[in-house]
DNA sequence: CTTTTTTTGTGATTTTAATAACTTAAATTT
DNA sequence: AAATTTAAGTTATTAAAATCACAAAAAAAG
């Protein structure tokens, strides 16, 4: 089937001809596009044909069609609901970015075992913990983002997944443990960060 | 030479052995450690030796030594310090992180060209934008965290580069454009997001 | 002291991803 | 209208990463 990276890869393209389109293109070519997202123009070519995605000879491709064609491909035309864990520094960030909703992505509510954090400023509701299985349940939701403490990550984890939670965006610096048809995307802003500082050094 | 992705799970290693060692734990099997990172014991094993680390058969690796034995090739042992461009959210999450602190990792200083987002409580000190060059070259920083909006990254990165920074963690939805020399890291929040939700909903 | 067990360390194999090279079709030029 | 140019689409090649398999060493057991 496709790897994480192609699909990663093609949600990159989708992003950068949206913002393309925005400035007023209306054809771009794969050399172009792999210049502005970074990889190279063959693996562009190369990935848009795997899904079947066709270009025009000569003129490129219409970045309007280009983008639906992704869209079609990854199930964007819709909004995706998720929901968010954890309502430290992360968390706000998360809740107050304005780039998913552009991307059609809605962080549709937050929780926190602490109500105190239910009182700060955030752009989405924000619910106790014990509320969790009701909404996951009421909302059809079937992705979550977890930015709570890594001592709690992994107890987190295994509610949503009891809850019917299919794919977690896990901000805690922990490896979590699930079953294999649940799919987890760790981010792990220390050792990221780690290895640009090793790799500056170096250069 | 060694590459990223090695690089990355080096220092994965590095943290989940420190969380290891504060539960009282003395030495670890890499099949144990592989459990816990989320990678295979032969391919712990193999990063291990590439790094001309060494454990000791039928015991396993003593955790204290294998620390210091990945710090040695990191260069963790002594404090890193980096810089902070974009006071947003995300620019708090990252000031106000713990987890850097715990690794070793000073973020020193933040940089924002809105002076009004300087009076935050914020737990580094902030600077105005116009101070940056200054900064980085009396403090010999050589790593920058960008948290911009899309639209001014470039010209943040420009001018980082220009004042000597080699290397970057890109939290703006866009690829940077820069010299060979340098090292860049994107976090792309939303492309991370979106290739879950996909993922979660094909499985 | 010998045998067995267990876990590291590494060489061989397989799989996967990236790059390069080439073919084809569409547009432009002459 | 034929020739040329250009960029998509595809096949072949190379490189890299991950997995598998096994040898060697250390510890434990008999």
Redesign the pocket.
């Known amino acids: 089937m ?5 699909i990663l ?1 093609l949600f990159r393209y989708r992003i950068c001809l949206i913002g393309l389109k925005n400035i007023g293109f209306e ?7 792999g210049e502005e997202v970074g ?12 899904f ?10 219409h970045i309007e069609q280009l983008i639906k064609d992704i869209e079609g491909v990854t199930g964007k035309d819709e909004p995706q609901n998720v929901i968010l864990v954890g309502m430290g520094n992360v968390g706000l960030a998360i809740a107050n970015n304005y780039d998913f909703v552009k991307h059609n992505i809605n962080v549709i509510a937050g929780f926190d075992i602490n109500p105190i954090k239910l009182k700060k400023k955030y752009k989405i509701p924000v619910f106790p913990t014990s509320k969790m299985e009701e909404f996951i349940k009421n909302n059809n939701v079937f992705t979550a983002i977890i930015s709570v403490p890594a001592l709690s990550a992994q107890e987190v984890c295994d509610q949503l997944i009891s809850y019917g939670i299919k794919g977690i965006l896990n901000f805690a610096p922990r490896n979590l443990k699930t079953p294999e048809n649940i799919f987890v995307n760790n981010i792990n802003l220390c050792s990221e960060l780690s290895s640009v500082i090793y790799l500056a050094r170096s250069s």
């Open positions: 496709h790897s994480k990276h192609e890869r054809y771009v070519y794969s050399y172009y596009l990889v190279s123009a063959e693996q562009i070519r190369k990935d848009l044909s795997k079947g995605i066709k270009g025009k000879k000569k003129s490129g491709y």
